[in-house]
Structures are given as structure tokens and as C-alpha cells.
């Protein structure tokens, strides 16, 4: 059977562009089957906090690049590198912060500790009842609203095409190639990548590979715009306080406190119960945030598999089908898995190793 | 059934200031209203996008100015006696 | 604060009103909320503010009827409340209000939508202008603040509402430079049946017109407002013929005004249904994006029902009766009956407001008021041609349009601008409005103060989930 592609990736987030457009790079026809509209799943809806003070140890030098591609990026995807402070209000945040941040420090990120004193001078709108700060030059952030519109005109610029509102219903193999039915029509592909993210777990069941994909339902929310009240992208100890204020004044609060849903029932919905604590922090980390009007909340679905890193490289026992997707803080190194991704079906030798689809995953059910 | 009554007419008109002029309300007016009623569609401050209040339902927010550190719908604020308010600055507009 | 009622009904007009009084007849404890401060919704809106030189609206006195009968009820009245999220919970309804400044959380075992409609307007170049008000809008003004918008004022839109604005200018001092309206008197003959079915309500249109005429005001039949001008503040307006699917022929002329009333139809405010969970599917015919309900308002969510306007347009008069008929059926559900097999037979009220309705829907030539430079999302000033070039750029969907430019993004969170936005992707791409996606409702359903949510918290009770993985 002859295809027009040589290869369909079902996912048109972040990290299912980023691929197609390095295997256009690399010379092949790719083309993006994407169930909504491109980068509107969690690449679209998250807070785009691009801090290296909140990656994982094992992943810093994946988000470094990932850093470097989103300030190539630019303007086009609201890039802004502002720097970042991480906050501890009491003894036991500071331990943490102490012990988590130089553990990434040690693992290549620009992490310094700073005085409560500096961060009063740098950002005086942040609470004083700050014990300690750590504070990393390279942190940031993009609009993820933009990443759609930013890889739509890529995709369009590299001559990919991409099919939205395109969902794979089923997926036949006969050994040599795949054929996905998408509503009424079929297209015959000889390779396949699924990058669908929180939706990773229903596509590769139907390839007969058993992933244990679980989503977090991650909540952000933006004010109104306000007056300058900090510079800075402003996290907590915990991880569990994202902000940053845009340069229109609106301010976005984020840290994945979780709302409710799951994606195989459609949309995540916010939850009352957690956006109160999340918006409480923020506020206490900020005061003037009180006088603040909150203008929306929504959620995104993030996916992980129980270890929480990648899943990308071949699907396991499957001849010409990879996989893509899954990782906590997926946004920042997404551009970079990405051409891995695609550098990896190309054949090529890799700048940095992927990571095993096989794995056993602990704690899986 | 309980609710609000409705505000009584007193004799005395209510004193405010919107982006530092005086005017006077009637009691139970509205911000938005008592402004247009002595001539004043205008809610942003000059040399800003001119805006006043367009749906009236509390809504558009086409209507909201800062009254104690804050943004209000002014077609949902009643005027008060001394009642401070001032209109969105070029610099906030949007 | 928390609160736990047998049905919450939100929404205090003629639906949500007489829904809570059936409700409340069946024993149920009932809470009936509301933005205003005390019941009527817009149509029947109370009187803030006293002017003894002007008497009382027929819109005013049927509203204090509703007033007097719901305070006469066992119902309780939650006064300027209003609710920023709805959630499903431990087989209950969460309803999240703002009352004087703090976030209630309230339960129900059912609740019953009637959040009404608000403003359709078709952006016209000057739209933006100050003294450029919506129609509807202008109405809720007089009701309640006894005030005309101006001292020279058009009034411009399809259906009753120009008339009953027109005559209320005029009743209450104002002067009305004209009414434009882009129906023909022979739509309006066409109406015959129900008017002759509805003589009060005939008769009160008839005393408005009288008004109008003598007060020599000039109605301008099959024309629209293609413009206003003035700066900072309105000064003109401009109109133009129309033809009868109102696209406007050309050939403008000014009439001078400092205030312009202007309404394209209503738009139900079906937000509140989308956030609970229902899918929303557009309807034209019923003003927009509306959730499908039953006969008596029953949804696919256990407990949740609608009525009113905002459940597809049908004016005041439908909706009481059908809020009564809602309110029933709900608290009879609660005692696991169900109302008996009275076959609702369409009032002649109901028709009526169905015929006025039509008149007021938007045709589809109205879109040709937009040029390139008029502003479409309001709150983020943004014009025409960059929603026209985003879409061209492949954001053919509400959602993409959105993320591309931020229409609808702003504090009105996409109620004024999304339903043009969707027609602008529908024209480009040749799509039904049926067809394309509809807007995504998201809380709060207003801006809401931050402390409101955030306030109340010791840092040390915060539950702060274990850290994230290393």
C-alpha cells in the first residue's frame, strides 16, 4: 500500500510538532493527526513557567536545552527571561529549599542562595515573612496560549500537514505499516508516533501496549491586570506555587494544585476547594494580590507515568511505532524531546540519550 | 421572604468625587449613573481609550474604576457620602 | 459559610422567581439568588432610587407583584449574590457566591437555572464610544435608576425593546432624537394573531407608540446605526437603510444625540448550564448557545434543571408560567413524584413572546456592520482585521482564536465578543455556527476579588500537598 506520509504522529501538542518538524529537517514527510486543535491540550493551558528551580534532578540538562530552544523561540511564544525566586516561610520550607536546590545546583542548574535582605532590595513586593530565597538568573517563562499559533505557522512555513479536529478512532497493523481510521476516512502510514499526552495511555492500548499513563489535573488562574508588583517568576519550596505577572499586568498564578475530571471524561473542571489554598498562597507570597480580581481559572491534564519521567523511543514489540509524551514539566523540555524524538526515527545518533518505553513502573496497577 | 429595602429619599444629596471633581448622587444611585445623569458618559480618565458603561448589568466591565485599591463595576456601586473613585489611567487601560 | 437548602433557583426574574414560589408551595426549603437587591431580574427590575415627578412603568408594576408574592412565600431571598462556580459534589450541587465581598459556598439537593439573557450587539464602527449603550442595558438603567441615558438619545433595534426604551426616555425626560429600527412595519403586521391574542399587552404597546408620537419622535423603519461618532464622547449617529435581511444598502446620515441605546437581540446566558456540565448546542431561532432542557426543564444532570430566557429566548410572560411549571416538577422530583400528564399547551403568551422575539433576531446582513477596523473583543481592543488574519492563519476554532489573540480574554471573559468571533470563523471557513465549538465557560463566571477566595487562611493550616518529586 502507498502512503503520502511516511510517518503520522497522532498529537499536534508541543512535542508532536517539535518532532515533525526535525523529521521535515531530516527529510522525511511527517504529518500531525490531532483529535482538537493544535498545542490545545496541556501545551496550550498551562502556566509556562520555564524554571529550572522546579525541574527534576535527572531531567536539568534536557531542561537547560529545553531553556535554550524556548529563548530561540522568542517573542513568538511571549518568551521572557526574568529570573526566578523560590520562597520558604518557615524552618522546615528552608531545610527543603535548601536540600532540593542544591541538589539541582549539582545537577547543572545556575542555583544561587540569597539573603532575605537581597530579595526584599530585587523584589520589594514580595511578603516579608520570607525565611529564605534561592534565586536562578536562567528561570522564566512563555505563553503556552501561543505555542498553537507559534507551531501552526512552523508547521505551515516546513510544508507539514496537520489535520485537527482529526481523532484516531482505531489503529490496524499488518506487520508493515499502520492504518488509522479517522471518522470516515483511512490513511496508511509505514511509521507511527503517538504524542498525545494525557491521551497516550487509550492510543497505545490500541497498538496492544499496556503504558500506565495517569494525568494530573493541574489548575492555573490569571487576575486582572495589575500595577507592577513583581519581576520575577515566583515559586514556593514545595513546588507548589507558580507566578509570574505578564508584561500586560495580568498575573498567572499556577503550581499544580489539582482540580477534578479525568481525560477520558472530557474536560477537567476547577476545583473550589483547591483554587482557594492556590490563590491564598499566592497571595501570601504577594500580598498586594489581595486587591486583586481573579478573571479565570481552567485546568490542564497533565500526563505522567508513575516515575514521573519520560516516556519516548520505540514501542515495545511493535515495528516502526514510537511513543512521546509523559513527563512531569513536559513544557519546558518539550521543544527538545522533541527533535530527540525525531532524531531517534531518523536513525540518528543521539545528543542525548531518550528513555526507555520497557521499563517496569513501579507502583503501576 | 427577607431582602433589602429600598433606599429612602432624604433631602440631602450625597457628595462624591470621580478622578478628582466633585458631583452629587441621589441616595440608591449608582456610580455609573449619577456620573451620566450631571453629563459624565466618560468613565476612563482622559488621554486613555474613552470608555463608559455599556451593558448596565454589571457584565461588560466596560464600567469599572478603582474605589479603595480595588476595581468595581461603577454601575453596581452605590454612591455613598464622600465616595472616592477614579477611571481606568492609558496605562491600565484594557 | 455554608448553607444546605432543598432547592437553590437562581435568578430572581419572572422565571427563576415564580419557580421558587411553586418550589416553595411543595414545602421544599428554597433559596432564590440574585444579583440585585431585590427580586425582578432585568425585565422586571426594582427601583433603586426614588423620583417622585415620574410614576411607576407597567415593566415596574409587574414586578412589584412578583415582589409582593415572593415575600408573602416561604422562600428565602439571597440578595445580591452572585454566583462565580458550580460544581457536582457528594450527590448535591455546590453553588460558590459572592455575597458582600466573601465566597459563600451553598448545597442544594437541586437547583434550578434562570440566569435570563443579556445583550446582543453586532460591533459598528465607534462602538466603544462613551455614551454607546446596550439597549437591554439601557432599560435595566431606567428601571432602576429612574435616569434617561442622555438628553438627546437614538434608540436603535429590532423587536419591542426600541419602543419600550423610546417611550421610556421619554417618560422620564429624556428627549429620543429617533428610533431606528431595521424591521418593517410589515413584519410588524405580521404579529397580528398574537396581538390579537394578547390584548393587554397589545394595549401597552399601543400607549408607547402614542407616546412616541406625540412626542413627534421620528421612527425610521428598515434602517440601521452603521456608526457613531464623537470624541471622547458621542455626538452623532449615523444610520443607514437596510434591506429585510438588514444588510445596510449605504448612504449614511448623521443625527445629532449624546446618548445611543443599541441592541441587536438577546443572547441567553447559558454559562452557567455549560460550567455545571451540560454540552451547549446553538440555536438561532432560541438566541444563541443554549443547553438542551425538557417540558419541565429537566437536563441529563441529576437535579439540575433550567428555564427562562436563559434556557432559549420566550420573554417574560412564557417564562413565569414555564418557571412555574419548573419549580414544580423539581420539588415534586424530591419527593420522587412526578407533576401529572397536564399537557402544556403553548400560552398565547408564550406565542407572543416568540413573535417579538423573531423580530429581534439578528439576520445575517447585520454582520456587514463590522469593517476591519472595528473593535470586536472590547475588553482587549481588539479589531476585526486580527481576528480575520489569525483565523487566516489556522485559529479556526474559538478556542485557537482565543489562545492567537486574546479575544476574549479580558474581565468580560468573551460574553460580548465570542458569539462574533464564532460568525467571523463561520464566515471565513463556511461553517454553521451549529458547527463550530462552542465557548468554553470558565470561573469565576465575573472577576471576582481575589481575597474573597484567597482570605481566611493561617499559612500554617494551608493544605500544602507533599512536595514534587525530585
Given at each position: ?56 534532578v ?31 516561610f ?61 507551531y ?8 507539514i500537514?496537520?489535520?485537527?479536529r ?31 499526552g ?55 498564578i ?8 479525568s ?17 491564598a498562597l ?5 500580598p ?14 497533565e ?42 526515527i ?20 | ?17 470621580f ?28 488621554a ?42 492609558a496605562?491600565?487601560?484594557? | ?52 415627578d ?217 454559562e452557567?448550564?455549560v460550567?455545571?456540565?451540560l ?68 400560552s ?30 472590547r ?20 478556542d ?22 464564532a ?48
Open positions: 500500500m502507498n502512503s503520502k506520509y511516511d510517518i503520522a504522529i497522532v498529537g499536534g501538542g508541543i512535542m508532536g510538532c517539535a518532532t515533525a518538524l526535525r523529521l521535515a529537517e531530516g527529510g522525511m514527510k511527517p504529518a500531525i493527526f490531532e483529535k482538537g486543535d493544535l498545542c490545545q491540550g496541556a501545551s496550550g493551558v498551562n502556566a509556562g513557567t520555564l524554571s529550572l528551580q522546579i525541574k527534576r535527572r531531567l536539568m540538562e534536557y531542561a537547560l536545552r529545553g531553556h535554550e530552544i524556548w529563548e530561540s523561540m522568542g517573542d513568538a511564544v511571549g518568551f521572557r527571561k526574568t529570573g526566578g525566586y523560590t520562597l520558604a518557615n524552618g522546615r520550607e528552608a531545610e527543603l529549599l535548601e536540600h532540593r536546590q542544591n541538589l539541582k545546583r549539582e545537577a547543572g542548574a545556575p542555583i544561587e542562595f540569597v539573603s532575605t535582605d537581597d530579595l526584599r532590595k530585587s523584589e520589594p513586593g514580595i511578603a516579608h515573612s520570607v525565611v529564605a530565597a534561592s534565586y536562578c538568573a536562567e528561570d522564566g517563562y512563555a505563553n503556552s496560549s501561543l505555542t498553537g499559533q507559534y501552526r505557522a512552523q508547521l505551515k512555513a516546513a510544508g500537514p496537520y489535520f485537527e482529526s481523532a484516531v478512532d482505531a489503529i490496524e497493523t499488518d506487520g508493515k505499516g499502520f492504518t488509522l481510521k479517522i471518522a470516515d476516512t483511512a490513511v496508511y502510514v509505514p511509521r507511527l508516533l503517538l504524542a498525545a494525557a491521551w497516550l495511555g487509550p492510543l497505545a492500548a490500541k497498538l496492544g501496549f499496556d503504558l500506565p499513563v495517569r494525568a494530573r489535573v493541574n489548575t492555573v488562574s490569571v487576575t486582572e491586570r495589575m500595577p507592577p508588583l513583581f519581576a520575577t517568576v515566583i515559586g514556593h519550596a514545595t513546588g507548589l506555587l507558580t507566578m509570574k505577572q505578564k508584561p500586560n499586568g495580568t498575573v498567572l499556577g503550581g499544580g494544585w489539582q482540580g477534578l475530571g481525560p477520558e471524561t472530557g474536560r477537567g473542571r476547577v476545583n473550589a476547594e483547591t483554587l482557594a489554598p492556590n490563590v499566592a497571595c501570601h507570597a504577594v498586594a494580590l489581595k486587591t486583586a480580581r481573579l478573571l479565570r481559572s481552567w485546568t490542564g491534564f500526563a505522567n507515568v508513575p516515575d514521573f519521567y519520560p516516556v519516548a523511543g520505540a514501542v515495545p514489540g511493535v515495528e516502526n511505532a514510537f511513543m512521546l509524551g509523559c513527563v512531569r514539566g513536559g513544557f519546558t523540555i518539550g521543544p527538545y524531546i522533541g527533535q530527540l524524538m525525531g532524531d531517534y531518523l536513525g540518528r545518533t543521539l545528543e542525548r540519550p531518550l528513555f526507555e518505553t520497557g521499563r517496569k513502573f513501579e507502583g503501576a496497577n | 421572604m427577607t431582602s433589602a429595602s429600598m433606599p429612602k429619599r432624604t433631602d440631602a444629596d450625597l457628595r462624591f468625587r478622578n478628582g471633581t466633585e458631583y452629587s448622587a441621589r441616595p440608591g444611585e449608582t456610580l455609573a449613573a449619577a456620573l451620566l445623569r450631571a453629563g459624565v458618559p466618560m468613565l476612563s480618565e482622559p486613555s481609550d474613552a470608555r463608559g458603561a455599556f451593558c448596565w448589568m454589571g457584565w461588560c466591565q466596560e464600567c469599572r474604576v478603582r474605589h479603595e485599591g480595588r476595581w468595581v463595576e461603577a454601575c453596581r456601586l452605590f454612591v455613598h457620602d464622600g465616595l472616592e473613585a477614579h477611571g481606568r489611567r496605562d491600565d487601560a484594557g | 459559610m455554608q448553607d444546605s437548602w432543598d432547592i437553590a433557583v437562581l435568578g430572581g426574574g419572572p422565571a427563576g422567581g415564580e419557580a421558587a414560589r411553586a418550589a416553595a408551595a411543595y414545602g421544599a426549603r428554597i433559596v432564590l439568588i440574585d444579583e440585585q437587591a431585590r427580586p425582578g431580574g432585568q425585565v422586571w427590575r426594582a427601583k433603586d432610587t426614588a423620583r417622585e415620574v410614576g411607576d412603568s407597567s415593566e415596574t408594576a409587574a414586578g412589584n407583584l412578583h415582589r409582593a408574592r415572593l415575600e408573602k412565600s416561604t422562600v428565602t431571598f439571597l440578595s445580591q449574590a452572585r454566583l462565580w462556580h458550580i460544581e457536582r459534589a457528594e450527590d448535591q450541587w455546590h453553588l460558590h457566591l459572592l455575597v458582600d465581598g466573601c465566597s459563600q459556598r451553598h448545597a442544594a439537593r437541586s437547583v434550578i437555572l434562570a440566569p435570563g439573557a443579556r445583550e446582543f450587539v453586532q460591533p459598528f464602527p465607534g462602538w466603544t464610544t462613551p455614551g454607546v449603550f446596550g439597549l437591554a442595558g439601557v432599560t435595566a438603567l431606567m428601571k432602576s435608576q429612574q435616569c434617561p441615558p442622555g438628553r438627546r438619545s437614538v434608540v436603535s433595534g429590532g423587536g419591542p425593546l426600541a419602543i419600550f426604551a423610546a417611550s421610556e426616555i421619554l417618560r422620564l425626560g429624556g428627549e429620543v432624537a429617533a428610533v431606528v429600527t431595521p424591521n418593517s412595519k410589515a413584519e410588524w403586521l405580521r404579529c397580528w394573531p398574537e396581538f390579537m391574542a394578547n390584548p393587554s399587552l397589545t394595549l401597552r404597546g399601543a400607549e408607547m407608540m402614542m407616546r412616541l408620537k406625540r412626542a413627534g419622535v421620528p421612527i425610521l423603519w428598515r434602517h440601521l446605526v452603521s456608526r457613531a461618532s464623537g470624541d471622547p464622547t458621542l455626538r452623532a449617529v449615523q444610520v443607514t437603510p437596510c434591506h429585510a435581511n438588514w444588510t445596510p444598502r449605504g448612504g449614511e446620515s448623521a443625527i445629532e444625540a449624546d446618548a445611543l441605546c443599541v441592541g441587536h437581540g438577546l443572547v441567553p446566558n447559558s452557567v448550564a460550567l455545571a456540565g454540552t451547549p448546542q446553538y440555536d438561532a431561532q432560541q438566541g444563541g448557545w443554549i443547553a438542551a432542557s425538557g417540558p419541565l426543564g429537566e437536563t441529563e444532570l441529576p437535579g439540575l434543571y433550567l428555564c427562562g430566557d436563559g434556557a432559549g429566548l420566550r420573554g417574560a410572560a412564557a417564562s413565569q408560567n414555564q418557571g412555574a411549571r419548573v419549580g414544580e416538577a423539581a420539588a415534586m422530583a424530591l419527593n420522587g413524584q412526578r407533576p401529572g400528564k397536564t399537557s402544556h399547551r403553548t398565547a403568551a408564550e406565542r407572543f413572546g416568540r413573535a417579538m422575539t423573531r423580530l429581534a433576531i439578528p439576520q445575517p446582513g447585520l454582520a456587514r456592520l463590522t469593517d476591519a477596523d472595528t473593535i470586536v473583543c475588553c482587549e481592543a481588539i479589531p476585526r482585521r486580527k481576528l480575520d488574519a489569525a483565523i487566516d492563519a489556522g485559529a479556526t476554532s474559538l485557537a482564536l482565543k489562545s492567537a489573540t486574546r479575544c476574549g480574554m479580558g474581565p468580560c471573559g468573551g460574553k460580548y465578543c465570542l458569539t462574533n468571533a460568525r467571523l470563523i463561520g464566515e471565513k471557513t463556511g461553517k454553521q455556527l451549529a458547527d463550530i465549538p462552542p465557548p468554553v465557560p470558565r470561573p469565576p463566571l465575573f472577576p471576582l476579588p481575589v481575597d474573597a477566595v484567597g482570605a481566611g487562611f493561617d499559612y500554617d493550616n494551608l493544605p500544602i500537598p507533599a512536595p514534587a518529586p525530585l
